[in-house]
């Protein structure tokens, strides 16, 4: 069965970068994009951006350009989300998330499969 | 960017009834809309598609409709495990960029 498993919760200053890991199993990894999405305490949900575990390609909302990286390592199927500058309003629960189908599929492009979340806390 | 507007925020009702949750996109997203269900602390639910394809597993009194700008997710006869945050998400087959709306609370009246 498809899972996605990722990094236990942290606690960071702000400033200071944070990297999430998102584990992958009971499929292809490189034939579905992964995305990121948090959702702040008691708020919607945002997207942050997607990274093609095939290439390495990736895609960043606006907001988070110049401040964001998402890489994959797919001898371990894994991906990462690493957020750097860290501030206050960064508090929130991170999820990775996977395209319903694989790229260019046009029923892919939702998200079928969710991780457990990782809640980051920043706060000095 | 797209921007989604989905109204209510909120919205009460009873065991039974017959809900509607409207998204609006600020310009035309054809068919490239879902709908997610997300209960407190766990990850949201895909329950509809492409605006209106029933995931697989979701009952069938949910069901989505619209293209264009204008969706709307109904609930025909509503349960108690219903009650619950509603989220639209549109993809931009352009920017190939996504976006998630507000989201909807629906409460028990």
């Known amino acids: 069965q498809v899972q996605l498993v990722q990094s236990e919760a942290e606690v960071k200053k702000p400033g200071a970068s944070l990297k999430v890991s998102c584990k992958a199993s009971?499929?292809?990894?490189?034939?579905?994009?992964i995305h990121w999405v948090r959702q702040a305490p008691g708020q919607g949900l945002e997207w942050m951006g997607w990274i093609n575990p095939n290439s390495g390609g990736t895609n960043y909302a606006q907001k988070f350009q110049g401040r964001v990286a998402m890489t994959r390592e797919t001898s371990i199927s894994t991906a990462y989300m690493e957020l750097s500058r860290l501030r206050s309003d960064d508090t929130a629960v991170y999820y990775c998330?996977?395209?319903?189908?694989?790229?260019?599929?046009?029923?892919?492009?939702?998200?079928?499969?969710w991780g457990q979340g990782t809640l980051v806390t920043v706060s000095s | 960017d797209i921007q989604m507007t989905q109204s209510p925020s909120t919205l009460s009702a009873s065991v039974g009834d017959r809900v509607t949750i409207t998204c609006r996109a600020s310009q035309s997203i054809s068919s490239w809309l879902a709908w997610y269900q997300q209960k407190p602390g766990k990850a949201p639910k895909l329950l509809i598609y492409k605006a209106s394809t029933l995931e697989s597993g979701v009952p069938s009194r949910f069901s989505g409709s619209g293209s264009g700008t204008e969706f709307t997710l109904t609930i025909s006869s509503l349960q108690p495990d219903d009650f619950a945050t509603y989220y639209c998400q549109q993809y931009n087959s352009y920017s190939r960029m996504y976006s998630f709306g507000q989201g909807t609370k629906l409460e028990i009246k």
């Open positions: 009971g499929y292809t990894f490189t034939d579905y994009y």
């Open positions: 998330a996977r395209n319903r189908g694989p790229p260019y599929d046009s029923s892919g492009y939702y998200f079928d499969y």
